[in-house]
Every structure is written in structure tokens, then in C-alpha cells.
């Protein structure tokens, strides 16, 4: 089993900054490719980007390619995402996942942890 606890959720004002923090216990984290997702009111679960086991393979959505960057740190067992030029469109709740693998589908994800909500206000 892999745990997963997400943090650095808020309200911050479009255009504004924020890093989020996943960090894991349980399995060897180095194992798992690490992503992130979100889930915006009445919508569907989204991957918005992954970091492969080594931090030489990133991945992301198009809605945020350019401005969001997703890191690790094996020896802390946390991944981020530092998001920047936030938008209204951006607000949802943010969930970590890990897969051994790189994947971009929420259903193929082994463990998830239970979110953090980010709030972007125009």
C-alpha cells in the first residue's frame, strides 16, 4: 500500500501562484510514476501532469503545459506541482496518484490520496 496525503490547497486570485505538495509513505516511492489530477465541480476526473520514477520524464495537459511544473523528491517522498498564471478554469479539487507506470487515465491510477481544492477567483 501506498498512502497519499495532498497539501498546499487555497484561494489565491487569478494569475496568482501556488505549489502543491503529495507526499507518500508505505511502498519505496521511487517506484511509482507520480501525477497529478483534478476534479472541477460536475466534471470529470482530468490529468493535468505525471513525473516518471526518476524525474526525467514529465508529462502534461495542454490547458496547463507552460505554466505548471511538476517536480519530485525522492529522498523527501514528495512530489509538487507549482502552478503559476492560475486561472479561474484552474479551480478544482487537486488529487495525487501513483502508478508504476505513466499513465494519463484516472481509472488505470493504484493509489490516490484525497485531495487538496484549489480556488482561483477572477
Same mark, same amino acid.
Given at each position: 500500500?501506498?498512502?497519499?496525503? /495532498?497539501?498546499?490547497?487555497?484561494?489565491?486570485? #487569478?494569475?496568482?501562484?501556488?505549489?502543491?505538495?503529495?507526499?507518500?509513505?508505505?511502498?519505496? %516511492?521511487?517506484?511509482?510514476?507520480?501525477?497529478? %489530477?483534478?476534479? #472541477?465541480?460536475?466534471? /470529470?476526473?482530468? %490529468?493535468?501532469?505525471?513525473?516518471?520514477?526518476?524525474?526525467?520524464?514529465?508529462? =502534461?495537459?495542454?490547458?496547463?503545459?507552460?505554466? %505548471?511544473?511538476?517536480?519530485?523528491?525522492?529522498?523527501?517522498?514528495?512530489?509538487?506541482?507549482?502552478?503559476?498564471?492560475?486561472?479561474?478554469?484552474?479551480?478544482?479539487?487537486?488529487?495525487?496518484?501513483?502508478?508504476?507506470?505513466?499513465?494519463?487515465?484516472?481509472?488505470?491510477?493504484? =493509489?490516490?490520496?484525497?485531495?487538496?481544492?484549489?480556488?482561483?477567483?477572477?
Amino acid at each position: 500500500q501506498v498512502q497519499l496525503v /495532498e497539501s498546499g490547497g487555497g484561494l489565491v486570485q #487569478a494569475g496568482g501562484s501556488l505549489r502543491l505538495s503529495c507526499a507518500a509513505s508505505g511502498r519505496p %516511492f521511487s517506484n511509482y510514476a507520480m501525477h497529478w %489530477f483534478r476534479q #472541477a465541480p460536475g466534471k /470529470e476526473r482530468e %490529468f493535468v501532469a505525471a513525473v516518471s520514477w526518476s524525474e526525467y520524464s514529465t508529462y =502534461y495537459a495542454d490547458s496547463v503545459k507552460g505554466r %505548471f511544473t511538476i517536480s519530485r523528491d525522492n529522498a523527501k517522498n514528495t512530489v509538487y506541482l507549482q502552478m503559476n498564471s492560475l486561472r479561474p478554469e484552474d479551480t478544482a479539487v487537486y488529487y495525487c496518484a501513483a502508478r508504476t507506470l505513466y499513465r494519463r487515465n484516472a481509472n488505470d491510477m493504484d =493509489y490516490w490520496g484525497r485531495g487538496t481544492l484549489v480556488t482561483v477567483s477572477s
